[in-house]
């Protein structure tokens, strides 16, 4: 069994604190992973939006150019105009990426998201406050 | 607009050559390499660095590319529906690359998975 059931893993969470902290300026950062301890960490990646299904969002000026239609989006399912499609922010060929950040927690040996956000220090901050969950 | 060199494109290429180490069978687009190694994992295949793809080449119509190595033997780790692959250098925790599957795929934990026919990675020169 998990030891959290998370009902919505894109739902922002409330930010524990305004200050990041020592502990967290020290965790491991190498530019990517942050690992904040074994069982937390924070990861950049692109933000997962979803959006209608248009001709001008699929143009490639906003969206990768694998969005397309008849072609699967970001969950797998096939891309139909006019319908909702869920993509990555990868970046299009005049949009750049949006970056967002992934908090993980680890739970029964997998890694499961818990939280996103666009402030990479409230994403530590928040991170932090999972430390007690081993 | 600039024509970017083949040294240039062999160098970003040659870290998918080098550095990959696993492949990933995946439930959605992985968007970090948490995603894709463990929290959108359905499958695993574990090449070790060097073993994912092979070196640059000429790629069409232009750029290079590098070529997926082929497999039969990964695990299915947790059934579900794979929809994507992505490749990871696990020794640096990198998400270094991800793709749609042409179609969805029911998979079942225990069984086998693979990559019948290799796919370009291409980098185009301009």
């Given amino acids: 069994m998990a030891l959290l059931r998370i009902s919505n893993p894109f739902k922002r969470a409330n930010v524990v604190s305004s200050e990041v902290t020592e502990e967290a300026v020290a965790a491991v950062d190498d530019g990517n992973v942050v690992q904040i301890n074994d069982i937390v960490r924070v990861e950049p990646g692109p933000k997962l939006k979803r959006d209608i299904a248009t001709k001008e969002l699929l143009a490639n000026a906003i969206t990768a150019k694998h969005y397309q239609f008849g072609q699967p989006d970001a969950m797998g399912n096939i891309i139909v105009e006019g319908e909702p499609m869920t993509y990555l922010a990868w970046g299009g060929d005049e949009t750049g990426r949006e970056v967002t950040y992934y908090v993980y927690l680890l739970v029964n040996g997998s890694w499961a998201q818990m939280a996103t956000y666009d402030d990479r220090a409230a994403a530590i901050i928040y991170a932090q406050s999972l430390k007690g969950f081993n | ?126």
């Fill in chain 2, 1 to 126: 607009m600039p024509v970017l060199g083949d040294r240039v494109l062999d160098l970003g290429l040659t870290v998918l050559d080098t550095e990959a180490t696993h492949f990933y069978l995946n439930s959605s687009e992985p968007a970090t390499f948490t995603a894709a190694s463990s929290t959108n994992k359905l499958g695993t295949k574990d090449f070790g660095a060097g073993g994912c793809f092979g070196s640059p080449a000429a790629g069409s119509p232009n750029g290079r590319k590098v070529t997926s190595n082929t497999f039969t033997d990964g695990t299915v780790d947790s059934s579900g529906t794979a929809t994507h692959v992505s490749s990871t250098d696990t020794t640096n925790s990198r998400l270094l690359l991800t793709a749609s599957l042409s179609s969805s795929q029911a998979v079942t934990s225990g069984n086998t998975w693979g990559i019948s026919t290799g796919f370009d990675a291409r980098i185009p020169n301009q």
